[in-house]
């Protein structure tokens, strides 16, 4: 059996281990030293730590230009305003497909000898996945977009790389072989950040709640040619459905255009057709795949996924800072071997969204409360204002305390186990997630896997969740555990 110490470092998904910057994250002083056009954007901490002010978007673009140029020999720009990545985060979704294409879940049917061969939709201004894919493993790529602004750079970001030019082909998904004039959205200026990050202007005309449907140019199908074979496709989609929901989080940013950033029906509608359109091109492609920013859609798509048939669906978890997004998979091709499905729920994990915050209250405000909440009920807390987690440990008598329901919970503990539940502590950690702007995911994690006291725990996230819920949201709907 794992040690505790172990079990807890295995529940905390974090930067992938094949990632540059898992051991050594970027030394903004030696790259000020090395790039004076960094340097103006670097100042110091009173302790004497170098840092940036992450809601300068010029300040995120030119740390991304030299990220890119000094850690992947990588030639980059966008023009203001457009979605400026974070090369860490982004090269954990590199790392994340690398791991499936190499797994034996699914036989390697790869067409094209070693050479692995993806497909990136909306690849951006930045061109990110792809310029990363080619320069750190090989890969060579279609990108598409639709946007004029985003085929342009992205083109122009391949150029500058002669080294690996030759390995992406941009693709215009306006001009589809069934749809050959472009056509559709024009280019809208804004300002987004991508952390959860915020938005201004609007040339999306669709209220949100009047069409959840995604009817914008096509996605895969139509830009996937006849004959045409990817071991894999990947996205970060357009996640809002709104201007109101993408909202704005000045503590970040990274840019981002409206057509970037929002779609009619969100990042649900445009998975789903991205879903539709795979039952359709089936094994076309060795895995399909996407990021998704809410833990809500996540479900959703996953139940659309067994709907449809697909073989095998994978889900990870992409942790990096305070943000939290996951990454879906799925495929057509039959298993080579049967797997436990990925996704089945750990009682020891529980974790519920704290959605419509109100725009004063931020992931701090909510760590806080959940440290006076177990405080109110006597528990001993940690709270670590860096990691945004809470640990705590507290005794049966005090998580009883905490539910106002001493006899009740006491009596099922007794129950379920002939242990002396005054001897017993429960101890956990709650962490705070930001997701996007104005919704938080809370996570209760159990120290003690297989506890006899884990119906308790459930009780109090429940109890956690109603709490937080009264004191910060808007709406006060029902909770969606998982
Ligand atoms: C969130 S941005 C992602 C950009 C880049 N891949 C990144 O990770 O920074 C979503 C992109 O999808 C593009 N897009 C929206 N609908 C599309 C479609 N039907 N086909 C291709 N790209 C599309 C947008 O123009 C935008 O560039």
């Excluded at 002010?53 to 990588?74: K, M, Q």
């Excluded at 750990?346 to 405080?375: P, R």
């Excluded at 940690?382 to 009883?400: H, M, P, R």
């Amino acid at each position: 059996m794992p040690s505790k110490k172990r079990r807890r470092k295995e529940e905390r998904p974090k930067i992938h281990p094949r990632n540059k910057y898992s051991d050594n994250q970027p030394d903004f002083s030696l790259l000020a030293s090395l790039y004076p056009s960094f340097k103006d954007f670097v100042f110091y901490s009173r302790e004497g730590r170098p840092r940036i002010d992450w809601t300068d978007f010029n300040a995120t673009r030119e740390l991304s230009h030299v990220l890119l140029l000094h850690d992947h020999g990588l030639h980059w720009w966008i023009p203001d305003g457009q979605l400026c990545p974070t090369v860490p985060n982004r090269s954990n979704y590199i790392h994340w497909i690398e791991d499936l294409l190499s797994s034996d879940i699914i036989p390697k049917t790869n067409s094209n000898g070693d050479n692995v061969r993806g497909f990136d939709i909306g690849t951006g201004a930045n061109c990110i996945y792809p310029l990363l894919g080619a320069s750190l493993l090989g890969w060579s790529f279609v990108a598409s977009d639709m946007t004029d602004v985003a085929l342009e750079w992205a083109e122009r970001n391949v150029k500058s790389n002669p080294h690996i030019s030759e390995l992406i082909e941009i693709r215009n998904a306006r001009c589809s072989p069934n749809n050959p004039t472009p056509e559709g959205l024009n280019n809208g200026e804004s300002v987004y950040s991508e952390e959860g990050e915020g938005l201004l202007s609007s040339s999306i005309g669709m209220p949100a709640s009047e069409d959840k449907s995604y009817h914008g140019p096509p996605i895969l199908l139509d830009v996937v040619r006849d004959g045409e074979r990817f071991d894999f496709c990947m996205c970060n989609p357009p996640f809002f459905e709104s201007i109101e929901e993408a909202g704005l989080n000045p503590k970040t940013s990274c840019g981002g255009t409206l057509e970037e950033m929002v779609c009619p029906g969100g990042e649900k509608a445009f998975i789903t057709r991205i879903i539709e359109d795979s039952v359709v091109l089936k094994q076309s492609f060795r895995w399909y795949t996407s990021m998704v920013g809410r833990k809500v859609n996540l479900k959703f798509l996953i139940s659309k996924l067994r709907e449809v048939g697909v073989t095998i669906v994978k889900t990870t978890e992409f942790v990096q800072g305070h943000t939290c997004r996951w990454g879906l998979a799925w495929s057509f091709v039959p298993p080579a071997k049967k797997i436990i499905s990925p996704h089945l729920t750990e009682k020891n994990i529980l974790s519920f969204m704290l959605e419509g915050l109100q725009c004063q209250f931020g992931a701090i405000h909510v760590l806080q409360s959940v440290e006076s909440f177990f405080l109110t009920g006597g528990a001993s807390c940690k709270l670590n204002a860096s990691s945004f987690t809470v640990d705590i440990t507290a005794s049966t008598e005090q998580c009883n305390a905490l539910l106002n329901n001493e006899v009740k919970h006491l009596n099922e503990v007794a129950s379920c186990s002939d242990v002396q539940e005054a001897s017993l502590n429960l101890s956990f950690r709650v962490s705070v997630f930001q997701q996007i702007p104005g919704t938080l995911l809370v996570k209760g994690s159990l120290q003690h896997r297989d506890s006899p006291l884990s119906g308790l725990f459930s009780s109090i996230i429940q109890q956690l969740d109603d709490a937080l819920r009264r004191k910060f949201c808007r709406e006060k709907a029902g909770a969606n555990y998982s």
